[in-house]
T-cell receptor, first 116, second 113 residues
Framework: AQSVSQHNHHVILSEAASLELGCNYSYGGTVNLFWYVQYPGQHLQLLLKYFSGDPLVKGIKGFEAEFIKSKFSFNLRKPSVQWSDTAEYFCAVIKPTRSNDYKLSFGAGTTVTVRA | DADVTQTPRNRITKTGKRIMLECSQTKGHDRMYWYRQDPGLGLRLIYYSFDVKDINKGEISDGYSVSRQAQAKFSLSLESAIPNQTALYFC????????????FGEGSRLTVL
């Protein structure tokens, strides 16, 4: 069964610090990869996605993620966080298919708290 | 206006009551989903529908049922609510390409006493 692991449950850091959130998946073969963000009191929204091509993906708000196929990883990074980056971050993985066998899986999420 | 609208946004109910959460979307997507979010567990899929005549169980469908009334409407029902169904529920949509990109509603917070 496909699973998605996020290594950190809660990360606390100061403004201007660098952030890296780990994500590993267990599914073999071609996958599509996502990071979603949920700001306090809001719905989830897409931060960035990887389907193919350059494994270093740039998203909104200065975030980027690197797909390393050999490590089954898709880690999220931001060089310098802001207080407004306080949120919960979810990694998600899907095997692209046109069938009804739906396989989008979410990680448990990482809560990021940025202190001013 | 939000593309994916959920009602109610908050609901407190008692054990044994029937509850319906409604979702409507203006994105024109065929595919709709219901997830529940619990702390430390992330999002888990309850049911999904790829078109009006297609309903599929997700990983945690027990205790829930759904109805796809139209392309734009997908409701989730708890026939007899129990306390461990207390959670934040999200409706989501995606396009037919099944790229996995989801568009979420604002969420419905349900508390079962």
């Amino acid at each position: 069964a496909q699973s998605v692991s996020q290594h950190n449950h809660h990360v606390i850091l100061s403004e201007a610090a660098s952030l890296e959130l780990g994500c590993n998946y267990s599914y073999g073969g071609t996958v599509n990869l996502f990071w979603y963000v949920q700001y306090p009191g809001q719905h989830l929204q897409l931060l960035l996605k990887y389907f193919s091509g350059d494994p270093l993906v740039k998203g909104i708000k200065g975030f980027e993620a690197e797909f390393i196929k050999s490590k089954f990883s898709f880690n999220l990074r931001k060089p310098s966080v802001q207080w407004s980056d306080t949120a919960e971050y979810f990694c998600a993985v899907i095997k692209p298919t046109r069938s009804n066998d739906y396989k989008l899986s979410f990680g448990a999420g990482t809560t990021v708290t940025v202190r001013a | 206006d939000a593309d994916v609208t959920q009602t109610p946004r908050n609901r407190i109910t008692k054990t044994g009551k029937r509850i319906m959460l409604e979702c409507s979307q203006t994105k024109g997507h065929d595919r709709m989903y219901w997830y529940r979010q619990d702390p430390g567990l992330g999002l888990r899929l309850i049911y999904y529908s790829f078109d009006v005549k297609d309903i599929n169980k997700g990983e945690i469908s027990d205790g829930y049922s759904v109805s796809r009334q139209a392309q734009a409407k997908f409701s989730l029902s708890l026939e007899s609510a129990i306390p461990n169904q207390t959670a934040l529920y999200f409706c989501a949509t995606s396009d037919y390409l099944d790229t996995g990109e989801l568009f979420f509603g604002e969420g419905s917070r349900l508390t079962v006493l």
